[in-house]
Structure formats: C-alpha cells, structure tokens
C-alpha cells in the first residue's frame, strides 16, 4: 500500500469514528471501544504477517490503550459489583497477552483476544435493547456528559 493510499485511509477512519461518537449513548461508545481495539489488533495481525514490527507495535499499543484507558477505566467496581471485577481482571489478562503477542510475534495470541473481545462485543450489545424510535439517551431522559474513557 502506498503512502497516499495509506494517509486515505487513516482520515476516513478518523472521519469514520468522529462521526460515530457524536450523539453516542454510553452504551453505543462502549461498543465503539471493542470495535476500535478489534480492529487495531486486525492491523497488528496484518502488520505481524507482513513483518512490519514497527506498525505492529503501533496497532498494539493502541488496542491496549484501548482496552485499559477505555474499557477497563470505564468500569465502576463498586456499583458492578463481582461482574466489574471479573471484567477488570479478563481486561488486564487481555492487556498481558497483547504485550506477550507483541513480544513473540505469536498471532495466535492476537486470536485469542480477538475471540475474547468478540464474546464480550456481543454480551454486550445483548444488554441494551432500546425502545423503537428512541435512542437509548432518549429513553433514559438524559444527556450524557462523556469524556474520553468515561461511560
């Protein structure tokens, strides 16, 4: 891929995730948040089987930014209880075998997560059916005040 071709891409994803979390739920940015860390660790398999460490460094870094600045900062240990704990402790866990993938360039790890962070993506997305014609804001009669790693 070339440079042009390349720097494309990246404005449309900027693009692409500008526009999503604007109006988001909490619930919909947290979804955005295993969408993002899936697809970095898709560009690190990339990256690994192309043999460019660098980039793969890069994309893997990111998806464990993601997942401990995004993810497991989101969560509230006291209000959820055994559930958020377990939820921390598999988060951290992800981390780890991001940096031992990165280490070994081992793509079976990135499987791995990759597998985890799906179960996760679709427990999650079962949790929060709204009601037709509303957003999920909406029905809960407020307006969310969200910073990056809040939820």
Not at 44 to 71: F, P, T, V, Y
Not at 120 to 140: F, T
């Amino acid at each position: 891929m070339n440079a042009m071709s390349r720097a494309a891409m990246n404005a449309y994803s900027r693009v692409r995730v500008d526009t999503s979390i604007e109006g988001a739920s909490p619930h919909k940015l947290i979804d955005l948040l295993y969408e993002g860390a899936l697809f970095s660790i898709s560009n690190a398999k990339g990256h690994m089987q192309r043999k460019e460490i660098a980039e793969k460094g890069k994309a893997i870094s990111h998806a464990i930014a993601i997942i401990d600045d995004g993810l497991k900062n989101c969560l509230d240990l006291e209000a959820g209880g055994e559930i958020a704990k377990n939820l921390r402790a598999l988060y951290e866990y992800m981390s780890h075998r991001l940096l031992v993938a990165n280490l070994n360039n081992e793509s079976e790890t990135l499987d791995e997560v990759t597998h985890l962070l799906s179960d996760l993506r679709g427990a999650w997305n079962m949790i929060e059916k709204p009601k037709p014609g509303l957003s999920a804001v909406a029905a809960a009669g407020e307006r969310p005040n969200l910073s990056y790693g809040e939820a």
